[in-house]
């Protein structure tokens, strides 16, 4: 019996001292990160769901500057690579279709909205 009590308080006590460290003594620090510091999936991620959100409001302006936060060259690089990834990664006809749009709305887009990136 006391066995079974000594085991359940040590299993306790570690729970709450790892508990006070985790939350009090070393807590953990939240960072502001940009989407140009995320990996190539998420970036891939971040141009579809670019795509769809120009789709509903079809702002393509809005949709540039969102692609410059990726930090490419150039938002049509960004859509470029997203899209090779995606290819790479299986993602659907539709999901690629929607990329394929907005890069024709880029492309035909005059060269100043293009370049008016922040």
């Known amino acids: 019996m006391t066995r079974w009590f000594f085991f359940l308080l040590s299993i306790a006590i570690g729970a709450a001292a790892g508990l006070y460290y985790g939350w009090v003594?070393?807590?953990?620090k939240?960072?502001?990160?940009?989407p140009g510091s995320?990996?190539?999936d998420y970036k891939a991620d971040f141009v579809l769901m670019t795509a769809e959100a120009y789709r509903?409001?079809?702002?393509?302006?809005?949709?540039?500057?969102?692609?410059?936060l990726?930090?490419?060259?150039?938002?049509?690089e960004s859509i470029?690579?997203?899209?090779?990834?995606a290819v790479k990664a299986g993602y659907g006809e539709a999901d690629l279709a929607l990329m394929q749009n907005l890069a024709?709305?880029?492309?035909?887009?005059?060269?100043?909205?293009?370049?008016?990136?922040p």
């Open 25 to 28: 003594v070393n807590p953990v």
């Open 80 to 85: 470029a690579l997203a899209t090779v990834f």
């Open 104 to 117: 024709d709305a880029l492309h035909s887009a005059s060269p100043t909205q293009e370049s008016s990136t």
């Open 30 to 34: 939240y960072l502001e990160a940009s």
């Open 56 to 68: 509903a409001d079809e702002n393509l302006d809005l949709a540039v500057q969102r692609l410059s």
């Open 70 to 76: 990726l930090n490419d060259a150039s938002p049509a």
């Open 38 to 40: 995320l990996r190539a």
